[in-house]
């Protein structure tokens, strides 16, 4: 039995899970002046963004690969370029290979470029393209206001009672929003169907050629189960464009040293704001007060007036550190990183979770959709991919290795691979992608050689028992090879060229990051769990049924991706909670 030692001293604040997010949010909350403490199960920061050297001599962004979602907000108030964060923009940004040689759709910076390659496909398709993008970039910035801050908290019961005041509370507080609404009008139809259609749909009105549109449906169903003909799969169409870099819309790009080095950037300004970090600590539970609702300076109320929950609020948390001390560190704060099904599940009393939470919400947190079908193969290469269609001339980079890759050129492979995961099985031909990071990033290779990244679907979870289970290593080493086959029939030289690879099953992912049944973003980023119902009504804002608790993670609006949104505006709320 450990030895229980409490800590000598309280905090402001505790953020539990040292992820992008939690750490956005430590920095938010130093820089106001608290004492603020961030406690992380594995040995370095960053959740699933961080790098490794798995294989020695190359330096892996293990888990997320691309940068573009981190708002631009976060980068310059927290001078993160000052902490060594450095972007390194892609152009072309995509590349879709065929087996023709010469054939091959790639995106540039330059519109001229871009259409000449579309009109390979389809000359028709090459004047709509700019049409899309612009309508696309004015749907993007219609949403992007409202990934800057929390959305109102405000009672579904009182909307739903008609409630004036709580009418006149969300127009006062959100009246700029709903200017900015105003503007875009005329368009909200149309972003209503975006939200709601079948991404196939919107693509079939557009265009013509199935490489185009197989090219642009990868962006709406990634990271989730959906088939581009799913209902609600166009409004992932979003992701296409909503990357931004250096005032660049629409830019994705790669981090310097790996995703690592843009967590290690947030971690930096955290720690010179006066944040404490600890690595390789491991919280077991999240301590509740047994007496009332009086904690200092927390909001009361959070759970209305229902008498049959319990009243407790936060005072701590008990953590294991890394020599198998365990301890209580107190605060009358806790900001969780983790997933609402871990924060919920099984980080608070296992005694007390219905009373302190309610039937109804526990049920909800419980049935939560998490399905999502990723799997990562990181891949130490001897040599650059030499494309059928594309064959390079040297040994160095070509202008195709620097973007995103994409091996599917029909609709039909996407549906297929859908159909196949939702059954419980993985795909029989995986959908790829891939990024080769070292075509642009010198630091995180030895010379001559590469990193490769393979993001791959559908990968269920859940397998069917009668196929497999994750847990069989000669079952996920037979994945990979299908995955490498694929690969294989663009460029030859692929499986070859590979020293040594890193493969991240969905079950792996769940246990090397703790993101429940290998959801990348937290929950599924479906209709039914975004905005006001991530993760449920009533606390979209970061805030809990428990006074003191708060999520700061990718669980809560506006969700995931590294973006750092939540964690921002769960400083905010804290903020406001302790005046």
């Given at each position: 039995?450990?030895a229980l030692?409490?800590?000598?001293?309280?905090y402001d604040?505790?953020?539990?899970g040292?992820g992008?997010n939690?750490?956005?949010a430590?920095?938010?909350?130093?820089?106001?002046?608290?004492?603020?403490?961030?406690?992380?199960k594995?040995?370095?920061?960053g959740?699933a963004?961080?790098s490794s050297?798995?294989?020695?001599?190359?330096?892996?962004?293990?888990?997320?690969y691309?940068?573009g979602?981190i708002?631009?907000?976060?980068?310059?108030?927290l001078d993160?370029?000052?902490?060594?964060?450095r972007?390194?923009?892609r152009?072309?940004s995509?590349?879709?290979?065929?087996?023709?040689?010469?054939q091959h759709l790639?995106?540039?910076?330059?519109?001229?470029?871009?259409?000449a390659?579309?009109?390979q496909f389809s000359?028709?398709?090459?004047?709509?393209?700019?049409?899309?993008?612009?309508k696309?970039?004015?749907f993007?910035?219609l949403?992007?206001p409202f990934?800057?801050?929390p959305?109102?908290?405000?009672s579904?019961?009182?909307?739903?009672r008609g409630?004036l005041?709580?009418f006149?509370?969300?127009a006062?507080?959100?009246?700029?929003?709903?200017t900015?609404?105003?503007?875009?009008?005329k368009?909200?139809?149309e972003?209503y169907?975006?939200?709601t259609?079948?991404a196939?749909q919107?693509l079939?009105r557009w265009?013509?050629?199935?490489?185009?549109k197989?090219t642009?449906?990868t962006?709406?169903?990634i990271?989730?189960?959906a088939?581009?003909?799913?209902?609600?799969?166009?409004?992932?169409?979003?992701?296409?464009v909503?990357?931004?870099?250096?005032?660049?819309?629409?830019?994705?790009a790669?981090?310097?040293?790996?995703?690592g080095?843009l967590?290690?950037a947030?971690?930096a300004s955290?720690?010179?704001?006066?944040a404490?970090?600890?690595?390789?600590a491991?919280v077991q539970e999240?301590l509740?007060?047994?007496?009332?609702?009086t904690?200092g300076?927390?909001k009361?109320?959070r759970r209305?007036?229902?008498?049959?929950?319990?009243?407790?609020?936060?005072?701590?948390?008990r953590?294991v550190?890394?020599?198998?001390?365990e301890?209580e560190?107190s605060?009358?704060?806790?900001?969780?990183?983790?997933t609402?099904?871990r924060?919920?599940t099984e980080?608070?009393?296992?005694?007390r979770?219905a009373?302190?939470?309610?039937e109804?919400?526990?049920?909800?947190?419980q049935?939560?959709d998490?399905s999502?079908?990723?799997?990562?193969?990181?891949c130490?290469?001897?040599?650059?991919p030499?494309?059928?269609c594309?064959?390079?001339k040297?040994?160095?980079?070509e202008p195709h290795?620097h973007?995103?890759?994409?091996?599917?050129?029909?609709?039909h492979?996407?549906?297929?691979?859908?159909?196949e995961?939702k059954?419980?099985?993985p795909?029989?031909r995986?959908?790829?992608e891939?990024?080769?990071?070292?075509a642009?990033?010198?630091t995180i290779?030895?010379?001559?050689?590469h990193?490769?990244q393979?993001?791959?679907?559908?990968?269920?979870?859940?397998v069917?028992?009668?196929v497999?289970?994750?847990?069989?290593?000669?079952?996920?080493?037979?994945f990979?090879r299908?995955?490498f086959?694929?690969?294989?029939?663009?460029?030859?030289?692929?499986?070859?060229?590979?020293?040594?690879y890193?493969?991240l099953?969905?079950?792996?992912i769940?246990?090397e990051?703790g993101?429940h049944?290998?959801?990348?973003?937290?929950?599924?980023?479906?209709?039914h769990?975004?905005?006001?119902l991530?993760?449920?009504p009533e606390y979209?804002?970061?805030?809990?049924?428990?006074d003191?608790?708060y999520?700061?993670?990718?669980g809560?609006?506006?969700?995931g991706?590294?973006m750092?949104a939540p964690?921002?505006n769960?400083?905010r709320?804290?903020?406001?909670?302790?005046?």
């Amino acid at each position: 039995m450990r030895a229980l030692r409490p800590v000598s001293r309280a905090y402001d604040a505790i953020i539990v899970g040292g992820g992008h997010n939690g750490l956005v949010a430590a920095a938010y909350l130093a820089r106001q002046g608290g004492k603020v403490l961030v406690l992380e199960k594995n040995d370095q920061v960053g959740g699933a963004a961080v790098s490794s050297e798995i294989v020695p001599g190359f330096k892996f962004s293990r888990a997320s690969y691309l940068a573009g979602l981190i708002r631009p907000s976060i980068v310059k108030e927290l001078d993160l370029h000052k902490h060594g964060l450095r972007f390194l923009p892609r152009d072309p940004s995509s590349f879709t290979p065929t087996k023709t040689p010469g054939q091959h759709l790639m995106f540039w910076d330059d519109e001229t470029k871009t259409a000449a390659s579309i009109a390979q496909f389809s000359k028709h398709d090459a004047d709509a393209f700019p049409k899309y993008e612009a309508k696309i970039g004015r749907f993007r910035d219609l949403i992007q206001p409202f990934l800057e801050r929390p959305l109102p908290n405000v009672s579904f019961d009182e909307l739903q009672r008609g409630n004036l005041m709580a009418f006149a509370r969300l127009a006062s507080q959100h009246f700029d929003l709903l200017t900015h609404i105003f503007k875009y009008k005329k368009e909200l139809a149309e972003f209503y169907e975006l939200l709601t259609a079948p991404a196939s749909q919107i693509l079939d009105r557009w265009f013509e050629s199935e490489m185009l549109k197989t090219t642009l449906a990868t962006d709406a169903v990634i990271g989730s189960m959906a088939a581009p003909s799913d209902p609600g799969s166009a409004y992932v169409l979003l992701h296409h464009v909503m990357g931004e870099v250096a005032g660049r819309k629409g830019v994705w790009a790669y981090v310097e040293g790996g995703m690592g080095a843009l967590s290690n950037a947030i971690a930096a300004s955290a720690k010179q704001a006066g944040a404490e970090i600890i690595v390789n600590a491991d919280v077991q539970e999240i301590l509740i007060d047994e007496s009332s609702n009086t904690n200092g300076g927390k909001k009361k109320g959070r759970r209305g007036d229902d008498a049959s929950i319990d009243a407790g609020g936060v005072t701590g948390v008990r953590v294991v550190l890394g020599d198998g001390t365990e301890m209580e560190v107190s605060s009358n704060f806790v900001l969780s990183n983790c997933t609402p099904h871990r924060t919920y599940t099984e980080l608070l009393p296992k005694d007390r979770q219905a009373s302190l939470l309610g039937e109804d919400f526990l049920k909800r947190i419980q049935t939560t959709d998490y399905s999502c079908g990723a799997f990562k193969i990181n891949c130490a290469v001897s040599e650059l991919p030499d494309f059928v269609c594309a064959p390079n001339k040297g040994t160095g980079p070509e202008p195709h290795h620097h973007g995103t890759i994409h091996f599917e050129n029909s609709m039909h492979e996407l549906e297929r691979a859908a159909a196949e995961a939702k059954t419980g099985r993985p795909a029989t031909r995986p959908v790829i992608e891939m990024t080769i990071p070292s075509a642009i990033d010198k630091t995180i290779a030895p010379e001559g050689k590469h990193v490769v990244q393979l993001f791959v679907q559908y990968a269920p979870y859940d397998v069917d028992p009668q196929v497999g289970t994750w847990a069989d290593e000669s079952f996920k080493e037979s994945f990979v090879r299908r995955v490498f086959s694929v690969v294989d029939e663009f460029a030859p030289n692929f499986s070859s060229s590979v020293i040594g690879y890193d493969a991240l099953s969905p079950l792996d992912i769940e246990r090397e990051f703790g993101l429940h049944k290998g959801n990348i973003f937290h929950g599924a980023m479906s209709l039914h769990q975004i905005l006001y119902l991530r993760p449920t009504p009533e606390y979209c804002d970061g805030t809990t049924p428990i006074d003191g608790l708060y999520i700061c993670g990718s669980g809560v609006h506006p969700g995931g991706g590294v973006m750092g949104a939540p964690g921002r505006n769960a400083a905010r709320i804290v903020l406001q909670d302790a005046e």
